[in-house]
């Protein structure tokens, strides 16, 4: 019973991980599930702590694949942006 009762928790906090990791902070769910499973609430703790990591992205008006925001070539076609001055 008390394999179990392991085995749950580890799995619980895995699954805890890997879910605020990926839905929320925009970062690796196996990874973090991974971690999650090594260390319970302390690698969840750490993820918490981690900035939403946030990359912008635009659409290619030649082949709509979508590319960084600051990127001034398609890694794809080879369209060029026009270089945005503020």
Known sequence: MEIFLAILWVALWAGTCAIVAGAARGRSPFG?????????????IVLLALPKRE?????CPRCAELVK?????CR???HEFAVATE
């Open 32 to 44: 973090w599930a991974i971690l999650g499973a090594l260390v319970s609430m302390f690698a969840l």
């Open 55 to 59: 990359t912008r992205v635009k659409g």
């Open 76 to 78: 794809f076609c080879g």
């Open 69 to 73: 925001d600051k990127a001034l070539v």
